[in-house]
């Protein structure tokens, strides 16, 4: 659906010409629009992923706003373009504040702006925390899929951090047909463990719910599952020992600072972007600058969807995704659409108001 427009007169031809809008769209209406399809949104973010693999997308490096007084908190832009049916560009602006938590507020929000394929404007904002919590659990349900095909299906999963991107990424994985015997939860704290654990109970189905178990240490939760999510907010990492790892479980390293290069180096490696992921300070690139080469990487995840690599099934596998902006993007204009198609857009009136190029 293209972004809504009003008829104006243009005065050197008399002709009508369409004035841009623009729509704000909240949480709520974010939500709502997302809500209870998350099959549909996995298959979403793989045809992004296999746009971006054939060349389709522009997806330039993230910015990263930091603070001398605030060392833990960041603001980042994500600039992308996405071809296709989407032929969407925009910029997803979120800021990851940890101290937050303390405070009872989330530590992450977001704004995402789309920007009309032919004109440039700006055509919508949307609350996006949501949005970005669900373009990440799909691609972390993607990637277990595609990586666990050519091996027993996973029924221990274990979730290292039991934030919001935990919960999301639980709701992927049941929501795209994984069902798990048992569910390990490990967290710093107890109280996120907790609520993590009051979640589940309340998503399993009646007769049917998994074992919870909170573990003592990470290498308990890690050596009793063989799907392994690191969803936390560390960054540096904190995960040295690669013997945890012996069993061959498949890794959502999606919190992507967790794990020491000694452990990505007894690991067949999968990224979603090579040159995003080695930068920044991730396990990949700590990896890079130690060994001085890429060699420890198998490849993409578009790499395996396309078949032009296997994944392993003799050492773990670990998908350590960046997090691209074209998802933010085509999550984003699926929520503007759907919102658009029930007739429940905030339209700005007179947002844009300079429209005449000589007054």
Known sequence: MTPVTSPATDPTTSRPTPVPTFAVISGAQVRQALEGRE?????????????????????????????????????????????GSAGVDGLKWISSFPANVGAGLPRASAVLVLNDHDTGYPFACLESSIISATRTAASAALAADWLTRNRPRPTRVGFFGTGL????????????????????????????SAG???????????????????????EDLIRSSDLVVFATIAGEPHVTDPAWFTHH????????R????????????FVDDVEHCL???????LTEQLTGGRDFLHGTLDDVMTGRVDPPTDRPVIFSPFGLGILDLAVGKYVYDEV???????????FFHELRRYG
């Open 39 to 83: 099959k549909q949104l996995t298959e979403l973010v793989e045809a992004t992923y296999r746009l971006h693999g054939s060349g389709s997308t522009v997806n330039p490096p993230s910015y990263f706003l930091r603070f001398t007084d605030r060392p833990t908190a960041r603001i980042i832009a994500l600039p992308a373009s996405v071809g």
């Open 165 to 192: 991107i935990a919960r999301y990424i639980h709701t992927f994985l049941t929501g795209t047909g994984f069902s798990f015997d048992s569910v390990g939860v490990y967290d710093v704290s107890a109280d996120s």
């Open 196 to 218: 993590f654990c009051g979640y589940l109970r309340q998503t399993g189905a009646p007769g049917h719910a998994p074992e919870v178990t909170v573990h003592e240490s990470a």
């Open 249 to 256: 479980p498949v890794v959502l390293h999606v919190s992507l």
């Open 258 to 269: 967790d794990l020491a290069p000694q452990v990505l180096l007894s690991a067949a490696n």
């Open 279 to 285: 930068k920044a300070g991730t396990s990949p690139h």
């Open 340 to 350: 658009a198609r029930a007739g429940n857009l905030h339209v700005i009136d007179d």
